[in-house]
């Protein structure tokens, strides 16, 4: 899936309303955990020449936590040339708040199951809030997944989320009918 995205990224490069796109990429904690990881995301992105601030790596804080120093380390080494981060599924998963602070992360990505109750659920809308906070303080985006309603982007936007994921927005498509989305929105 990284060579694949890597590939998308330099398709992405020749077209003026493309390549300034950032790609996100789930990691696996298996890949994650490869002792080359590091060496080769950066052999991939110095194949492709593609500019490292374009992709962007998406780890669960289960893949954080299993090896914390380990994970600082390689997140840090991709860090420097140039790779963001964002932790997928925040709130979902028994991680401690001590670690954020370690972590060089970009982004915390506000899990869909706080998103889909947000009008039903005052605790769910109270998480949400909290995480929005807790982003804006520590100086990293925050981004709403599956975000299908008017109403639940009307509550994130209220409250500082201006980046959304889901089906409001539109439908997994391939590539090639992105592009041409992309394209066409451009003119």
């Given at each position: 899936m990284l060579e694949n995205a890597c590939q998308q990224l330099k398709a992405w490069e020749i077209e003026s309303h493309t390549r300034n796109l950032q790609l996100a990429?789930?990691?696996?904690?298996?890949?994650?955990?490869q002792p080359d990881f590091v060496a080769q995301i950066s052999e991939m992105l110095?194949?492709?020449a593609i500019k490292p601030s374009c992709l962007k790596l998406e780890l669960t804080?289960?893949?954080?936590?299993?090896?914390?120093?380990?994970?600082?380390?390689?997140?840090?080494?991709?860090?420097?040339i140039g790779v963001s981060f964002a932790m997928d599924d925040f709130g979902t998963g028994y991680s401690s708040l001590a670690y954020l602070t370690q972590?060089?992360?970009?982004?915390?990505?506000?899990?869909?199951s706080f998103?889909?109750?947000i009008s039903t659920?005052?605790?769910?809308?109270?998480?949400?809030q909290t995480i929005i906070g807790m982003a804006n303080n520590l100086d990293m985006e925050v981004i709403a997944e599956g975000v299908e309603t008017q109403g639940q982007?009307?509550?994130?936007?209220?409250?500082?989320?201006?980046?959304?994921?889901g089906y409001l927005f539109g439908r997994p498509v391939p590539g090639e009918e992105f592009d041409a989305l992309m394209s066409a929105r451009s003119k």
């Open positions: 990429v789930n990691v696996s904690g298996r890949q994650f955990r110095n194949r492709y804080e289960s893949i954080v936590l299993s090896d914390v120093a380990d994970t600082i380390a390689k997140m840090l080494a991709l860090r420097q972590l060089p992360l970009n982004q915390l990505k506000i899990d869909k998103v889909r109750h659920k005052a605790s769910d809308a109270t998480i949400i982007r009307d509550f994130l936007e209220l409250n500082g989320c201006f980046l959304y994921q």
